[in-house]
């Protein structure tokens, strides 16, 4: 049974720093492109982050800078760290897999596997 479990959400005032955490099992997970996604209310889920299997990232525009993904497949957990935080990073973050490589940020279509979510709020 596939199961990735994320943690590190919360309540943080502009500019501060989370880390987000995503244990995966039942997997090979070393084999597999993660990624972070996250969804705000009454907005379509979007893609943050993605590290491929060899540690190369991918961002989105807006988070360039200020987020780093990464991952220790010896431990198969995947990390989110989020510095100079700001009210327009609130969302529900999610941790995501997929098993064929894109090269590039991935699509919420391409997901194989998604953990259930931490919220992430960010206000003064």
């Known amino acids: 049974q596939v199961q990735l479990v994320e943690s590190g959400g919360g309540s943080v005032q502009p500019g501060g720093s989370l880390r987000l955490s995503c244990a995966a099992s039942g997997i090979t997970y070393s084999t597999l492109y993660m990624a972070w996604f996250r969804q705000a209310p009454g907005k379509e889920r979007e893609g943050v982050a993605t590290?491929?299997?060899?540690?190369?990232?991918y961002y989105k525009d807006s988070v360039k800078g200020r987020f780093t993904i990464s991952r220790d497949n010896a431990k198969n957990t995947l990390y989110l760290q989020m510095n100079s935080l700001k009210p327009e990073d609130t969302a529900m973050y999610y941790c995501?897999?997929?098993?064929?490589?894109?090269?590039?940020?991935?699509?919420?279509?391409?997901?194989?596997?998604w953990g259930q979510g931490t919220q992430v709020t960010v206000s003064s």
């Open positions: 995501a897999a997929a098993s064929i490589p894109r090269g590039r940020l991935l699509d919420s279509s391409e997901v194989n596997y």
């Open positions: 590290v491929a299997r060899y540690g190369y990232t």
